[in-house]
């Protein structure tokens, strides 16, 4: 139930990282032109793009988590996986779980600068021309980052178990590359 409604969140979330890429596509693209053809861009869009790639990082990183897509080199835990399940299964069990301190880490650090751009009105950009606040950006990394911490801690609770009853390991799967 609980990683069901995380999938389902990742994929809104993803979803919403797509649409991201589109408008900033979209608004690179107009100042473009504007710079081109009119002499005149388009004020703020490179604080935009700035603030926007890491969104879109945070908003997109839970999915491909959930996916099991994030990069990695996993020719040595398939090696190791045909002499020694339990091992291979330890090692994912202890990435799962250097995933989950990382994140929590991160959420943790990045939390104080959500509430102080929220009290104190924090924002990107020149004021009188184009501004942004930073709150919604510290907030997609301390809400990513807490989901994230979440879908490693039951990935790690399944580690575990596939390490005390190897019946119920799931086997390493290699990466898929998308082209």
Same mark, same amino acid.
């Given at each position: 139930?609980?990683?069901?409604?995380?999938?389902?969140?990742?994929?809104?979330?993803?979803?919403?990282?797509?649409?991201?890429?589109?408008?900033?596509?979209?608004?690179?693209?107009?100042?473009?032109?504007?710079?081109?053809?009119?002499?005149?861009?388009?004020?703020?869009?490179?604080?935009?793009?700035?603030? $926007?790639?890491?969104?879109?990082?945070?908003?997109?990183?839970?999915?491909?988590? %959930?996916?099991?897509?994030?990069?990695?080199?996993?020719? /040595?835990?398939?090696?190791?996986?045909?002499?020694?399940?339990?091992?291979?299964?330890?090692?994912?069990?202890?990435?799962?779980?250097?995933? $989950?301190?990382?994140? $929590?880490?991160? $959420?943790?650090?990045?939390? +104080?600068?959500? %509430?102080?751009?929220?009290?104190?009105?924090?924002?990107?950009?020149?004021?009188?021309?184009?501004?942004? +606040?930073?709150? +919604?950006?510290?907030?997609? /990394?301390?809400?990513?980052?807490?989901?994230?911490?979440?879908?490693?801690?039951?990935? /790690?609770?399944?580690?575990?178990?596939?390490? /005390?009853? +190897?019946?119920?390991?799931?086997?390493?799967?290699?990466?898929?590359?998308?082209?």
């Amino acid at each position: 139930m609980v990683t069901r409604l995380l999938s389902w969140i990742a994929l809104v979330l993803n979803a919403a990282g797509t649409v991201l890429i589109l408008i900033l596509s979209g608004l690179m693209n107009a100042d473009i032109i504007g710079r081109g053809v009119f002499s005149h861009p388009l004020n703020g869009v490179n604080e935009f793009a700035s603030m $926007a790639i890491v969104a879109i990082v945070f908003l997109q990183i839970t999915d491909a988590t %959930a996916a099991n897509r994030l990069t990695r080199s996993d020719m /040595v835990l398939l090696m190791i996986q045909k002499r020694a399940p339990r091992a291979a299964q330890a090692l994912e069990a202890l990435f799962d779980l250097g995933g $989950a301190v990382l994140f $929590a880490i991160l $959420a943790n650090a990045v939390w +104080p600068l959500l %509430a102080d751009a929220w009290r104190e009105g924090e924002f990107i950009g020149v004021e009188g021309i184009a501004t942004f +606040p930073t709150w +919604p950006l510290d907030a997609i /990394v301390v809400f990513s980052s807490f989901l994230l911490v979440l879908h490693f801690a039951i990935k /790690v609770i399944a580690d575990v178990r596939g390490i /005390v009853r +190897p019946a119920a390991a799931v086997a390493v799967q290699p990466q898929e590359h998308a082209v």
